[in-house]
């Protein structure tokens, strides 16, 4: 099972490198190599769901060696992924939380006519036949419930 979440783990950094790439080099429009520390502020807004403004800066400077103002590629990722996986820890405890208020018992698992409540309150106008269908998905043993690999899997989109 680890094995197989660290490969899962190596395929989501490798998504997020190609991705960090492609960002940078909208940024790096004069093809240097290096872009603005602003400029990293920007991408991080539209990629990360909150950050400590502070610690940016803090990185930002530290990753910044030759006081030039700008980061080359290797700083950008290094700063970028230390965020994107604090927001992944986030967002990860923010599901098991919500996951938790549904499995009142503490059994590791929730009815699936609980998961058909969270699904109706996030998209009301899910109708009948989807949410059947979304829940088909999710409780792929049929087994009538969801146990919080299967709710992170539907909620993250692994």
Known sequence: MSI???????QNDDA???????????FDSQKQGRIEKEKVRTILNTMVHNYDDLELDRMLD???AEA???LNFDSFVRVAMY???EDDEALQKELKEAFRLYDKEGNGYI???SLREILAALDEQLTPDQ?????AEIDTDASGTVDFDEFMAM???D
Do not use: V, W, Y
Not at 131 to 135: K, R, Y
């Open 131 to 135: 949410l059947n269908e979304m829940i």
């Open 62 to 64: 530290s990753e910044d």
């Open 68 to 70: 030039c103002g700008k």
């Open 16 to 26: 997020q490198i190609i991705m960090l790439r492609r960002a940078f080099s909208m």
């Open 111 to 113: 009815p699936t006519s």
């Open 155 to 157: 909620m993250t989109g």
């Open 83 to 85: 965020f994107l996986e």
């Open 4 to 10: 197989h979440l660290q490969s899962r783990r190596n």
